[in-house]
């Protein structure tokens, strides 16, 4: 069977291309970048543009395709308020109806789709279950929640679509927001925190997430929602505290008064100087975490991953790129002093 996966050359995509050829089947990447990865010496490469109606066209997808959408654009790097919606639908809604367009002329049915949890908002009821009420807090997760309105509208006229609702997802080659906190513990510099901290944090592996997708293919893609999250997430204090001592660093926690925090942020948002993207900090003191006993029951999927270990990983491989940045700049240094 040929899968074909939109966004395969990013985060999610490049580790479920292997899943698949480990499992021995064909793989199509679709993407507008290619990068030095290592799946590329068994896949075909395909430069897709999905914004652009006849580039996704150009794929030539088959009717027993498998298909996947994992293209999209993320909170990160900030936006300015007035860019938000040009910065996010253009790929998260329109990439998506064009690829469920052209999955539709040549009549294939499967598709696996990935959009946010950020489609909850506030916390009404925890743990959220996939029919927690969705309200959305920004343009992220409303063009997020449009494609699963379109997703809605397609089963009916026979697609089978699997979509899945994944925490801010952490791995091997993403840092996002993260980054900020990894610089500060770096520098021995005071951690914020929006509230006390007491409230849990919940990541998913980018390994947990690329098996939901296989696991879904397996399951003849059922017409579902999924959430994906890490099981008994810790609180941000323990989290971040774990961290600092990891790193040896001589950072503390420092708490914050969250709703005086968060109109601050809002003044910061409206006068185009934005920190944090609402979506993020509007719901930071909130118990955000994800019920995900229906992926269990329904697919067999079990997330592998601890938030603790998750976070860790992650400041291991932002310390080790920062040790290569040095010595490329070491040896660019050497270069140019030995051609003079």
């Not at 996939?130 to 006229?157: C, F, N």
């Not at 026979?158 to 091997?172: D, Q, Y």
């Not at 989290?239 to 040896?248: E, P, S, V, Y």
């Amino acid at each position: 069977m040929r899968h074909i996966i939109f966004g395969g050359d990013g985060f999610v995509g490049r580790h479920l291309a292997s899943k698949l050829l480990a499992d021995g089947e064909e793989v199509v990447v679709a993407d507008i970048n290619k990068r030095d990865l290592p799946h590329y010496g068994k896949v075909r490469f395909v430069h897709c543009d999905v914004t652009d109606r006849d580039s996704v066209s150009a794929i030539g997808m088959k009717s027993d395709d498998m298909v996947y959408n994992l293209s999209a654009k993320m909170l990160s790097p900030i936006q300015v308020r007035a860019k938000r919606h040009e910065f996010f639908w253009p790929v998260n809604y329109n990439g998506t109806q064009h690829i469920i367009s052209a999955m539709a002329k040549v009549d294939a049915a499967r598709l696996v789709h990935f959009t946010t949890d950020m489609v909850y908002g506030h916390t009404v009821v925890y743990p959220m279950t996939e029919d927690h009420p969705v309200a959305p807090l920004g343009e992220y997760g409303l063009s997020k929640l449009k494609t699963e309105e379109l997703a809605e509208e397609w089963r009916t006229r026979g697609m089978r679509i699997s979509l899945f609702r994944p925490r801010l997802i952490i791995g091997p080659g993403r840092l996002g927001i993260l980054e900020k906190l990894f610089k500060l513990i770096d520098r021995n510099l005071p951690v914020p925190m929006i509230g006390s901290g007491k409230n849990p944090y919940q990541f998913i592996s980018v390994f947990d997430c690329a098996e939901a997708a296989r696991l879904a293919w397996k399951a003849n893609v059922p017409n579902e929602v999924y959430n994906l999250g890490s099981l008994n997430p810790p609180p941000v204090r323990k989290l971040l505290r774990d961290l600092i001592k990891h790193a040896g660093s001589k950072s503390f926690l420092l708490p914050t008064p969250a709703r005086a925090v968060k109109r601050v942020l809002d003044l910061l948002d409206l006068v185009n100087m934005p920190l944090m993207e609402p979506e993020q900090y509007l719901i930071a003191d909130e118990i955000c975490v994800l019920d995900v006993t229906k992926g269990k029951r329904d697919l067999g999927w079990v997330p592998q991953y601890r938030d603790e270990d998750m976070l860790i990983a992650a400041y291991s491989e932002y310390r080790r790129e920062k040790r290569r940045g040095r010595r490329r700049a070491q040896t660019r240094s050497g270069r140019i002093k030995v051609s003079r």
